[in-house]
C-alpha cells in the first residue's frame, strides 16, 4: 500500500495541534472557534483557512428543524413596520450588511460564492454564484455603489433560492404532486 504524500508528519501534527487548540477553548467554557465554521488545512503546504457554513435544513443529520406538529403550527403575527414610508423594506440595509457576507457569501464553502465584480457598465456591478445540484444560478445587483450592490446581488440569490421549491402541505411541490 502507497503512503499519502500529503499525510506527512508535519500535516497530521498540524492538524493535532488544531484539534487540541479547539479542545482547550471548550474546557475553558470559551466558544470554539470551529463552532459554525470548518478548516481547510492542505496537508501539502500547510495553509489553513476558516469558513464558515450554514447546515442544510433539510439535511437529516445537522437539521435543527422542530419536526412539523399541530401546536408549532400556531403563529402569533407581530407588526413588521416599513423603515420609512417610501421603502418596502422592514430592515435598513446598514442592519443587513453586518450579516449578510459574512453569513451567506464564502468562496469555499458559501450558500453563495464566487463574487464577481463587473467595472465595465457605468454602474456599480456585483453578482454571487448560487451553486444548485441542477447547475449554478447567477445573482446580481446594480445599483450606484458595489457594497450596496454586494448586499443586493445576495439578497437576489436568497429570494432565488427561497423560490426553488414550493411547499404543499409540509412537502416539496414535487413529492407533492407525485404522491
Known sequence: MERDAAA????????????CAEVRKVMKGERARSEGHVSLISLKTLNGSWHSF???????????????????????LQP???????????????????????????HRTGFLNNKMIDLVPPFADVSVNLPLFIGDEGAAGRTLSY??????????????Y????????GQSYMTATTT
Not at 435544513?57 to 402569533?76: N, Y
Not at 427561497?162 to 402541505?169: F, S
Open 8 to 19: 506527512s508528519r508535519t500535516g497530521l501534527l498540524q492538524m493535532a495541534h488544531l484539534i
Open 54 to 76: 450554514l447546515p442544510d435544513p433539510l439535511c437529516p443529520v445537522c437539521s435543527t428543524l422542530p419536526d412539523d406538529s399541530k401546536e408549532r403550527a400556531r403563529i402569533s
Open 80 to 106: 413588521s413596520p416599513k423603515i420609512s414610508p417610501d421603502s418596502y423594506r422592514t430592515r435598513s440595509m446598514d442592519e443587513l450588511k453586518e450579516v449578510l457576507a459574512k453569513d451567506y457569501l464564502d
Open 147 to 160: 457594497a450596496v450592490s454586494e448586499m443586493t446581488a445576495i439578497l437576489e440569490g436568497l429570494e432565488r
Open 162 to 169: 427561497c423560490g426553488m421549491e414550493p411547499a404543499v402541505n
